[in-house]
């Protein structure tokens, strides 16, 4: 399971753990949530390794090597390096597309943009685990990002 | 065709999906599950159902977002809502924004804070604790986020109000891109 604290820097018995501890619930589903979105028991069209690509390939959009480097696993996925972008592989394009423009401007997306999902071949469940897995990932950043912030202005 | 609203109100509007929500009676018993626990424990929204699709996720989000918003301690439920509203008004999610709006007007009493909100974005000229916890959520929505919590602390908030402020503005990334991306808001009074 992830280990948000760990990945945040905060270290076992530090202040901030204790003032963390009645959100103990929150962590645990935190951690719960993202093995649901990397690697569900039913990925449908959108494999563990392809997800745990887009995962790192989200960390690295926002500026979080620390956090790329611990979801993209041994052998991380081609999706990982934002600068792939699919190649000539029409339905990779469109997945990365979607990821990139939800991780880095979502105020953008609109109906259009889930057509194009549509027209590569995705059906309504994989566009919505593509949604979850993108969606949580911004919030897994911020989060991070926020309690790094926290730790590091004690 | 009932119009789409393309300006931040706090009059909730209708939320239409862009694909087809899962139906109840030809729902998997995986579905049927995650579908028990509803978000505020509310009827089933077409937005709920729309997730339903992605049972796995849904099952887990539900009870990590109402821990989230709800839990007792920390930081009070209104200023939760206002981290909810900073993150929607960066993301353009004009129906989360509504609907937070209107909690943290019903749990202040007040709108005249949401009315500034919505006039003049993150920047809006607000009682000094409530203008540090607005623009922090509006710096941690961005891409990437952004975190200085010396604003958060000058203005009187502790560590564990912080954490709650991360966690309810965090949350509303994931939201933004749901319900603004997988769906449009639309007039109530359409046909």
């Not at chain 1, 990932?137 to 730790?151: D, I, S, T």
């Amino acid at each position: 399971m992830l280990d948000v604290l760990a990945l945040a820097g905060i270290a076992e018995g530090s202040p901030l753990c204790t003032v963390l501890e009645p959100r103990a619930p929150v962590f645990e589903l935190t951690a719960r949530a993202h093995a649901a979105v990397v690697a569900p028991g039913e990925p449908g069209g959108l494999s563990h390794a392809l997800r745990a690509g887009l995962a790192a390939r989200m960390a690295r959009l926002c500026g979080d090597e620390k956090t790329a480097a611990l979801l993209q696993g041994a052998e991380p996925h081609e999706a990982a390096d934002p600068a792939f972008d699919g190649g000539s592989d029409a339905r990779a394009t469109a997945i990365l597309r979607h990821v990139d423009l939800l991780t880095v401007r979502p105020r953008d997306a609109t109906r259009g943009d889930v057509q194009v999902l549509v027209a590569a071949g995705l059906d309504e469940a994989d566009i919505v685990r593509l949604a979850e897995l993108v969606s949580f990932m911004a919030y897994l950043l911020r989060l991070v990002a926020g309690l790094r912030a926290l730790e590091e202005g004690r | 065709m009932s119009h789409v609203i393309e300006e931040f109100t706090a009059q909730v509007p209708v939320w239409r999906p862009y694909l087809r929500p899962v139906v109840l009676e030809e729902a998997t018993p995986a579905q049927r599950d995650a579908l028990k626990e509803t978000p505020s424990n509310t009827k089933v929204s077409d937005y709920v159902l729309v997730l339903a699709h992605d049972p796995e996720t849904l099952s887990v989000r539900t009870p990590l977002f109402n821990r989230i918003m709800y839990d007792r301690g920390g930081l009070s439920r209104a200023e939760r809502e206002l981290g909810a509203v900073g993150s929607s008004i960066v993301n353009r999610c004009i129906y989360c924004a509504a609907v937070h709006a209107d909690r943290y007007n019903q749990l202040t009493r007040d709108e005249s804070a949401m009315q500034a909100v919505f006039a003049a974005g993150a920047d809006a000229d607000l009682e000094p604790r409530a203008r540090a916890i607005l623009q922090f959520a509006a710096g941690l929505a961005q891409c990437p986020p952004e975190a200085d919590t010396a604003p958060l602390r000058a203005a009187g908030l502790d560590d564990a109000e912080m954490v709650d402020l991360v966690l309810s503005t965090a949350l509303f990334g994931w939201a933004n891109r749901l319900m603004h991306t997988l769906g449009e808001p639309v007039a109530k009074d359409a046909p």
